[in-house]
């Protein structure tokens, strides 16, 4: 999550130039309190901040302004530093600069600062860059402007005056007041040059644009349309499915209520599969939509997405062909996409030059077979999601498509060489996210598991056979999260998505009263690393572990409190994150600028500083951050807006109604008539400056609280402080030298060390004495003569050392050995000689004849020795073993 470490800077307050980028001219009281009407109660998505770089666009009404934050910022810390006696920065043509800084911040505006004037009917709702920052689309509700942004050059040029830019209408018989308004203008990720443009207006009618700055018929006729209306109803590839070109009104029809469009989107051009030529369509009563493969006529590809296609289309057709179960839909639908992969292959690509810094492009058109108009998949079954009974958790306002991850490990099988990639593009989930935004706040995560492929209506020939497609595609919701509480839920609110630029899978959510920060990324490598099995726990275990772990991480980054300011809605935010400004959101109200400015990651590398004493300065003395960041409060915009009373009585002055303003008040209907205006005017300004004077009051209370946590942050850390370096009390309470001071300290810390090490040695004692006691040296002596004798008996080597009694044991024990041997050796003779064995066998009978009561007698003899012998040896085996024991 990303750590707040300061609000809106001061280089973007009043009264700074930067402040003058966000908030309509003084000058034209009518125009600003118009823009302040039409701001408030429009609905519909305000994305009037794009950036380029540093530099950003803000719409302000009817015109925009363009500025450099990077020369805006150090041209403010420039003028602070002359204007608190700071070390100036020498430059060539400074008095020169000096005198253009000078005027121009008379005039209420600085060098890096220009506006740009178009020619829209209305106020600009939103301003989309194309991918390599040519192109900006100027959007109002119903028409669409194409402006080539200017070089950056212009910032820092001595004039001051507006810019007019070369720009073109886009549809100027398309998208027109008397047509439908616009949901959505989307730069197609797969353009050539990021050239080509698709607009969604909310009649779910689908324009894709191939813009081309030498041919101006390509800003007049699209090169594709699609009326979803009339695709979700189509059966065959042969219909015509392009928008009626009449202005009639239609009549009622249920698709016109369903088919209501709220927003649409296309996944990022570096994700995998069928994902960058997939257009998500949301519609406000909560249906969602896909519509896969939308390609321009001429579209460029990243260099790994044929490949990849080609290698998914193949292996899905050999895996299907013979299958007896797979179903003929199946089949027709995986020889479609052999078709066109097969239209795509036989193709020569088309090389060009890119953009500055890009590598060739190649060019390809796009494939006739099976047809160029997809089939629309949907809607889509949100399986799990949550039911409610509120209609507002129905009305979806915007949707974000997170593609999945750009597989390369088939793609590369036996090749040597490693593909070179962004590491981003290759992190990630397999599957693709779908978020879905509502207008009560309430944010759905879905996954893709089954992933739309290239989908196309059968031919005329087959569409009768195959008959409509049964069953309809699913989404399984993962999450679902409120991103407001109660008392925040507005009807006409329209919440927004803002990708973020640390991470694909965390975006930004803007309401008209907040900024809230999402991040997927606790969750998302965990679920990928169980769909690829690499944990060996089951299946239940590990799901119930993800299930219940840790999930999507949700935190209020702003909340706009202010009774006077709630109802104006904030612009869509937008992530910058640059070595010199750092990383910070930016977003404003149409009064106001508001920033949010970050800690950087740790990985980021510090910005490079020139030498210089100013900047040497101020790394010298950076505050402790101790103090909790907290908004700036700005003063309602009721305080600057003028009344509209005198301007009430200059039209009573100039109208027919003259005579009545220079005579004396009689009673009258018509004075009653403009008693009750005046007080009309006077009654809303009065009640407007009481609730901003009122906000007023309650932040001054709140500021003097705050102000007491800020003392006590700042007496704590003071005392930390002191404790280290202040000055020290001795015990009478009189100043201790540094040398007395420090002599103490190194006391202490000596004694604490000898006390820290008698009660380890204590302890020490404690422990040995509760495992075993020591030897003594009888003990160890006897251990010795243990080990000498085991030596001397059982080793492999004649006794050297040792006491004599341990060799006569040795050589007792041999002896007795060595007669064991012989006595047994005579018994077995004997044995053989008698005719009869120990056990009674009978041997041959001899001739020598032995009385039987001797033969009797010597036998018994003999039998006695014999056990006589083993019993001495095995009490001396047993000892011997009892010794080893015991050693």
């Given at each position: 999550?990303p750590?707040?470490?300061?609000y809106?800077?001061?280089?973007?307050?009043?009264?700074?130039?930067?402040?003058?980028?966000f908030v309509?001219?003084?000058n034209?009281?009518q125009?600003?309190?118009?823009y302040t009407?039409k701001?408030v109660s429009?609905d519909?998505?305000?994305?009037?901040i794009?950036?380029?770089?540093?530099?950003?666009?803000i719409?302000?009404?009817?015109?925009?302004?363009w500025a450099d934050?990077?020369?805006?910022?150090?041209r403010w810390?420039?003028?602070?530093a002359?204007?608190h006696g700071g070390i100036?920065?020498?430059?060539e043509?400074?008095?020169?600069?000096?005198?253009?800084?000078?005027?121009?911040?008379?005039n209420?505006?600085a060098e890096g600062f220009?506006?740009?004037?178009?020619?829209v009917?209305s106020?600009?709702?939103?301003l989309v860059?194309s991918p390599?920052?040519?192109?900006m689309?100027?959007v109002?509700?119903?028409t669409?402007?194409?402006?080539?942004?200017?070089?950056s050059?212009h910032?820092?040029?001595?004039s001051?005056d507006?810019?007019?830019p070369?720009?073109w209408?886009?549809?100027?018989?398309?998208h027109?007041?008397?047509?439908?308004?616009?949901?959505?203008?989307?730069?197609?990720p797969?353009?050539?040059?990021g050239?080509?443009l698709?607009t969604?207006?909310?009649?779910?009618?689908?324009?894709?644009?191939?813009?081309?700055q030498?041919?101006?018929?390509?800003f007049?006729?699209?090169?594709?349309t699609?009326?979803?209306?009339k695709?979700a109803?189509g059966t065959?590839?042969d219909?015509?499915?392009?928008?009626?070109?009449?202005?009639?009104?239609?009549?009622?029809?249920?698709?016109s209520?369903?088919?209501?469009?709220a927003?649409a989107?296309f996944?990022?051009?570096?994700?995998?599969?069928?994902?960058?030529m997939?257009?998500?369509?949301?519609m406000r009563e909560g249906d969602?939509?896909?519509?896969?493969p939308?390609?321009?006529?001429h579209?460029?590809?990243?260099?790994?997405?044929?490949?990849?296609?080609?290698i998914?289309?193949v292996?899905n057709?050999?895996a299907?062909?013979?299958d007896p179960?797979v179903?003929e839909?199946?089949?027709?639908?995986?020889q479609?996409?052999?078709?066109?992969?097969?239209?795509?292959?036989?193709?020569?690509?088309r090389?060009?030059?890119?953009p500055?810094?890009?590598?060739?492009?190649?060019i390809?058109t796009r494939?006739?077979?099976?047809?160029?108009v997809?089939?629309l998949?949907?809607p889509?079954d949100l399986?799990?999601?949550p039911?409610?009974?509120?209609?507002?958790?129905?009305?979806?306002?915007?949707?974000f498509a997170?593609?999945?991850?750009?597989d390369?490990?088939e793609?590369?099988?036996?090749?040597?060489?490693?593909?070179?990639?962004e590491?981003?593009?290759?992190e990630?989930l397999s599957?693709?996210?779908?978020?879905?935004?509502?207008?009560?706040?309430?944010?759905?995560v879905?996954l893709d598991l089954?992933g739309?492929?290239?989908?196309?209506l059968?031919?005329?020939?087959?569409?009768k056979?195959?008959?409509?497609l049964?069953?309809s595609p699913?989404?399984l919701?993962?999450?679902?999260?409120?991103i407001?509480n109660?008392?925040?839920?507005?009807?006409n609110?329209w919440?927004?998505?803002?990708?973020?630029?640390?991470s694909?899978?965390s975006?930004?959510?803007?309401h008209?009263?907040?900024?809230?920060?999402?991040?997927?990324?606790?969750?998302?490598?965990?679920?990928?690393?169980?769909?690829?099995g690499?944990?060996?726990?089951?299946?239940?275990?590990r799901i119930?572990l993800?299930v219940s772990?840790?999930?999507?991480?949700?935190e209020?980054?702003?909340?706009?409190?202010?009774q006077?300011?709630?109802?104006?809605p904030?612009?869509a935010?937008v992530?910058?994150?640059?070595p010199?400004?750092?990383?910070f959101?930016?977003?404003a109200?149409?009064?106001?600028p508001?920033a949010?400015?970050?800690?950087?990651?740790?990985?980021?590398?510090?910005p490079?500083r020139p030498?210089?004493?100013?900047?040497?300065k101020d790394?010298?003395?950076?505050?402790?951050?101790f103090?909790?960041?907290?908004?700036i409060?700005?003063p309602s915009?009721a305080f600057d807006q003028?009344?509209v009373?005198p301007n009430?009585l200059?039209?009573?002055?100039?109208?027919?109604?003259?005579?009545v303003v220079?005579?004396?008040?009689r009673l009258?209907?018509?004075?009653l008539?403009?008693?009750?205006e005046a007080?009309?005017?006077?009654s809303e300004?009065t009640?407007?400056?009481?609730v901003?004077a009122?906000e007023?009051?309650?932040r001054?209370?709140q500021l003097?609280t705050?102000?007491?946590?800020?003392?006590?942050k700042?007496?704590e850390?003071?005392?930390?402080?002191?404790?280290?370096?202040?000055e020290?009390q001795?015990?009478?309470?009189?100043p201790?030298?540094?040398?007395?001071?420090?002599?103490r300290?190194l006391?202490?810390?000596?004694?604490?060390?000898?006390?820290?090490s008698?009660?380890?040695?204590?302890?020490?004692?404690?422990?040995?004495k509760?495992?075993?006691?020591?030897?003594?040296d009888?003990?160890k002596?006897w251990v010795?003569?243990?080990d000498?004798?085991?030596?001397?008996?059982?080793?492999?080597?004649?006794?050297a050392?040792g006491?004599?009694?341990l060799?006569?044991?040795k050589?007792?024990?041999?002896e007795?050995t060595?007669?064991?041997?012989?006595l047994?050796?005579e018994?077995?003779?004997?044995g053989?000689?008698?005719?009869?064995?120990?056990e009674?066998?009978s041997?041959?009978?001899?001739?020598?004849?032995?009385?039987?009561?001797?033969r009797?007698?010597?036998?018994?003899q003999?039998?006695?020795l014999?056990?006589?012998?083993?019993?001495l040896?095995?009490?001396?085996?047993?000892?011997?073993?009892r010794?080893s024991v015991?050693?």
């Amino acid at each position: 999550m990303p750590k707040i470490k300061a609000y809106t800077p001061a280089w973007l307050l009043q009264p700074s130039p930067g402040h003058d980028l966000f908030v309509p001219d003084p000058n034209d009281t009518q125009a600003a309190l118009a823009y302040t009407s039409k701001a408030v109660s429009r609905d519909g998505p305000r994305r009037t901040i794009a950036r380029r770089g540093t530099e950003v666009f803000i719409a302000v009404g009817k015109e925009i302004r363009w500025a450099d934050l990077l020369y805006i910022k150090e041209r403010w810390e420039e003028k602070q530093a002359r204007a608190h006696g700071g070390i100036r920065i020498k430059r060539e043509d400074s008095d020169s600069d000096d005198e253009l800084l000078r005027e121009s911040i008379e005039n209420g505006s600085a060098e890096g600062f220009r506006t740009i004037k178009t020619s829209v009917g209305s106020d600009i709702q939103q301003l989309v860059i194309s991918p390599y920052a040519d192109f900006m689309a100027v959007v109002t509700t119903h028409t669409i402007r194409i402006i080539l942004i200017p070089d950056s050059s212009h910032l820092t040029a001595p004039s001051l005056d507006a810019i007019k830019p070369k720009s073109w209408t886009l549809g100027p018989t398309t998208h027109v007041m008397d047509r439908s308004p616009i949901a959505s203008a989307i730069w197609h990720p797969l353009g050539v040059n990021g050239s080509a443009l698709v607009t969604v207006t909310k009649d779910a009618v689908v324009r894709v644009w191939e813009l081309s700055q030498k041919d101006r018929w390509s800003f007049d006729t699209p090169s594709l349309t699609i009326d979803l209306q009339k695709l979700a109803d189509g059966t065959s590839l042969d219909q015509n499915f392009a928008a009626s070109p009449d202005f009639t009104n239609k009549g009622f029809s249920p698709d016109s209520i369903e088919m209501d469009v709220a927003s649409a989107c296309f996944a990022g051009r570096g994700s995998g599969n069928w994902s960058p030529m997939t257009l998500w369509v949301a519609m406000r009563e909560g249906d969602v939509y896909a519509l896969c493969p939308l390609l321009p006529a001429h579209w460029a590809p990243p260099p790994t997405l044929i490949p990849s296609l080609s290698i998914s289309i193949v292996g899905n057709l050999a895996a299907i062909e013979d299958d007896p179960n797979v179903s003929e839909q199946a089949k027709l639908l995986a020889q479609q996409q052999l078709d066109w992969m097969s239209d795509l292959d036989n193709q020569e690509p088309r090389v060009i030059e890119g953009p500055p810094g890009e590598p060739p492009t190649e060019i390809y058109t796009r494939p006739s077979r099976p047809g160029i108009v997809p089939r629309l998949q949907g809607p889509f079954d949100l399986e799990l999601s949550p039911d409610s009974e509120d209609d507002l958790d129905t009305e979806l306002t915007d949707i974000f498509a997170i593609g999945q991850k750009l597989d390369t490990d088939e793609l590369m099988i036996g090749e040597e060489d490693e593909l070179d990639m962004e590491d981003i593009e290759g992190e990630g989930l397999s599957i693709s996210i779908i978020c879905l935004l509502s207008s009560s706040g309430q944010l759905r995560v879905c996954l893709d598991l089954d992933g739309v492929q290239a989908q196309w209506l059968p031919p005329r020939n087959k569409s009768k056979a195959m008959g409509r497609l049964t069953g309809s595609p699913s989404l399984l919701t993962f999450q679902s999260m409120d991103i407001l509480n109660n008392l925040e839920v507005a009807e006409n609110a329209w919440p927004m998505f803002s990708p973020d630029v640390t991470s694909r899978y965390s975006f930004y959510i803007t309401h008209p009263s907040s900024i809230t920060h999402v991040s997927l990324a606790p969750w998302v490598f965990r679920l990928e690393s169980e769909l690829q099995g690499d944990s060996q726990a089951g299946s239940e275990f590990r799901i119930d572990l993800l299930v219940s772990g840790q999930n999507s991480t949700r935190e209020r980054l702003y909340t706009n409190s202010a009774q006077g300011d709630a109802q104006l809605p904030l612009t869509a935010s937008v992530a910058i994150r640059d070595p010199d400004l750092g990383y910070f959101l930016l977003s404003a109200t149409p009064f106001n600028p508001i920033a949010l400015i970050f800690d950087t990651p740790e990985d980021d590398l510090p910005p490079i500083r020139p030498a210089s004493p100013i900047f040497d300065k101020d790394a010298e003395v950076q505050p402790l951050d101790f103090y909790e960041p907290r908004p700036i409060f700005q003063p309602s915009h009721a305080f600057d807006q003028s009344s509209v009373l005198p301007n009430l009585l200059n039209q009573l002055r100039t109208g027919r109604h003259k005579t009545v303003v220079n005579q004396e008040i009689r009673l009258s209907p018509l004075t009653l008539q403009l008693f009750t205006e005046a007080h009309k005017i006077l009654s809303e300004e009065t009640h407007r400056l009481g609730v901003a004077a009122a906000e007023v009051f309650r932040r001054c209370i709140q500021l003097q609280t705050e102000l007491k946590q800020q003392v006590n942050k700042a007496n704590e850390v003071r005392g930390r402080v002191e404790a280290i370096t202040g000055e020290d009390q001795d015990e009478e309470g009189q100043p201790e030298s540094n040398n007395s001071a420090i002599e103490r300290r190194l006391q202490n810390a000596r004694d604490r060390g000898e006390a820290i090490s008698k009660r380890l040695e204590k302890m020490r004692k404690i422990v040995s004495k509760a495992t075993s006691r020591e030897l003594s040296d009888k003990e160890k002596a006897w251990v010795k003569e243990v080990d000498v004798l085991d030596a001397n008996l059982f080793g492999s080597t004649t006794p050297a050392d040792g006491p004599t009694r341990l060799k006569q044991t040795k050589r007792r024990y041999e002896e007795v050995t060595r007669l064991r041997d012989e006595l047994l050796e005579e018994a077995e003779k004997l044995g053989a000689t008698t005719g009869e064995g120990e056990e009674g066998v009978s041997t041959p009978t001899t001739d020598l004849r032995i009385p039987s009561e001797l033969r009797k007698a010597k036998i018994n003899q003999v039998k006695g020795l014999i056990e006589r012998e083993t019993a001495l040896v095995d009490a001396v085996k047993s000892r011997l073993e009892r010794l080893s024991v015991v050693g």
